[in-house]
Nanobody, 127 residues
Framework: EVQLVESGGGLVQAGGSLRLSCAAS????????IAWFRQAPGKEREGISC????????VYADSVKGRFTISRDNSKNTVYLLMNSLKPEDTAVYYC????????????????????WGQGTQVTVSS
């Protein structure tokens, strides 16, 4: 059974940092690209970052570029999202998602139908 479990969310002041984790099980982690999405109340889900299985050239949404860093540790079946310089507008439920890797998946991740999703972790940034 494919399982993705996010953790690391919480309440932080503006300007602070958090590191989210996405722990995966039930599939061959090395063969999958992992993406992070978020959804704020009343807003559509937003894709924010994606990393391929080979860890080359992660992509970021403009809204988080330069502040967030995605990385993966294939030995731990885990993807991380380090979030710095957090803003109140970063407040959302953050989800990780997995899809079997293929050429170009990261640059086109917003057009990809990710088949497996975690349950989400809440991030709240106070002003």
């Amino acid at each position: 059974e494919v399982q993705l479990v996010e953790s690391g969310g919480g309440l932080v002041q503006a300007g602070g940092s958090l590191r989210l984790s996405c722990a995966a099980s039930g599939f061959t982690f090395d063969d999958y690209a992992i993406a992070w999405f978020r959804q704020a109340p009343g807003k559509e889900r937003e894709g924010i970052s994606c990393i391929s299985s080979s860890d080359d050239t992660p992509v970021y949404a403009d809204s988080v570029k330069g502040r967030f860093t995605i990385s993966r540790d294939n030995s731990k079946n885990t993807v991380y999202l380090l979030m710095n310089s957090l803003k109140p507008e970063d407040t959302a439920v953050y989800y990780c998602a997995a899809e079997r890797d293929h050429p170009g998946i990261a640059p086109l991740f917003l057009l990809t139908n990710f088949g497996s999703w975690g349950q989400g972790t809440q991030v709240t940034v106070s002003s």
